[in-house]
């Protein structure tokens, strides 16, 4: 569906290859797919909440969510439930949300690097 003009959304679990544990059903207000899915709801607001699963091949997959792009997000959790320490680290590096954030979560971390962008700021 288009949901381009979506506000609000509490959970936007992240699908990569080989799901493992992520139950969408564990939140009323879930979506699930690729991070280019979540790349074109720019007008999200306030808090948004993303579950990663899964494996990923490219920093880029990250940036196609457009976390920096939504100026909105006040609040952001990134929880992290499967993949590699380097799968956690290429996404997380290419998360990069937007400086108005006021609360950032990190959790499950599996990576041993911090992100450059965490250093911006």
């Known amino acids: 569906g288009n949901c381009t003009g979506l506000q609000n959304l509490d959970v936007f679990v992240a699908k990569g290859r080989s799901l493992s544990r992520t139950n969408p059903s564990d939140s009323d207000d ?8 979540l790349g074109r709801l720019n007008n999200l607001k306030g808090e948004l909440r993303i ?5 990923w091949s490219s920093e880029s997959e990250a940036r196609a969510a457009n ?16 993949g590699s320490s380097g799968d956690n ?18 959790r499950g971390y599996r990576g041993e690097r911090i992100p450059s962008w965490i250093d911006d700021n």
Do not use: H, S, Y
């Open 30 to 37: 879930c979506e699930v797919g690729a991070l280019a899915d």
């Open 51 to 55: 579950k990663v699963d899964g494996e």
């Open 67 to 82: 976390l920096r792009g939504k100026q909105k997000l006040t609040e952001l959790e990134i929880e992290f439930v499967g």
């Open 89 to 106: 680290e290429m996404l997380l590096e290419g998360f990069q949300p937007n400086a108005n954030l006021r609360k950032l979560w990190i």
